[in-house]
């Protein structure tokens, strides 16, 4: 795996103690590193998992990729580290990657709803629909009220052409947050597809009123 080179840990983790506590905490001088707050990034899996997803939000995603990796090195049964690299993986198109990361968590963690999802995703956007379809299920099983995941689970059914499924999918997105406006869409487009026009025409007009610049 890619390492960050220690002089770039000190810095990263200085960053990230800044954003915790204010300018006003000091960092220990050399020599008395396990003084340090966040204690050295190598002593702790679950510690590379915090500073990636800083970096992240940071805009800094090599960084974050490259503590991703490091956070395996240091623990490979963390299921989240495997799933945070696969979302990154995932971001990259690197969808083969991607799967199998998603997998790995899903070894170590079968019930660990975002494992079931991601995969689920991951599995869509390369064609095949069944897998997909039965990792989506499962996600809902353990989290059902999931508007996101229920909306994608629509248009999984829909990529199979299981339009009344899909319409149930999307009702129900709806229903857990009305206003998703990617389930008010998708659920008009299926609406058109069954020949539903006034219908679908009502939920596009929900679509305007909710977010005139939506249609792709």
């Not at 050295?40 to 970096?55: F, G, K, S």
């Not at 299921?79 to 790995?104: C, M, S, T, V």
């Not at 339009?163 to 009305?178: G, I, S, W």
Request: net charge negative; aromatic share 6%; charged share 25%.
């Amino acid at each position: 795996p890619i390492m960050l080179p220690t002089e770039r840990i000190r810095q990263v983790e200085d960053r990230l103690l800044l954003f915790y506590t204010g300018p006003r905490q000091t960092v220990p001088p050399p020599g008395k590193q396990n003084d340090h707050p966040l204690h050295r990034i190598q002593d702790m899996p679950r510690r590379a998992l915090d500073i990636d997803e800083w970096l992240l939000a940071q805009g800094l995603r090599d960084d974050a990729v490259a503590c991703y990796e490091q956070a395996l090195a240091l623990g490979p049964t963390h299921p989240d580290a495997y799933i945070n690299l696969g979302n990154a993986r995932a971001e990259q198109g690197l969808f083969p990657e991607a799967q199998a990361l998603y997998e790995k968590a899903f070894a170590l963690a079968p019930r660990s709803f975002e494992a079931q999802r991601n995969l689920g995703r991951v599995l869509r956007l390369q064609g095949q629909r069944d897998e997909a379809l039965a990792h989506y299920r499962q996600a809902l099983e353990l989290d059902p009220n999931q508007a996101e995941s229920c909306h994608e689970l629509g248009t999984a059914y829909r990529d199979c052409g299981n339009l009344a499924e899909a319409e149930v999918c999307y009702r129900k997105a709806l229903a857990l947050a009305p206003g998703n406006v990617p389930a008010h869409y998708n659920l008009a487009e299926t609406l058109k597809l069954q020949g539903r026009l006034k219908e679908a025409a009502e939920l596009d007009a929900r679509v305007l009123a909710l977010q005139a610049d939506y249609f792709p």
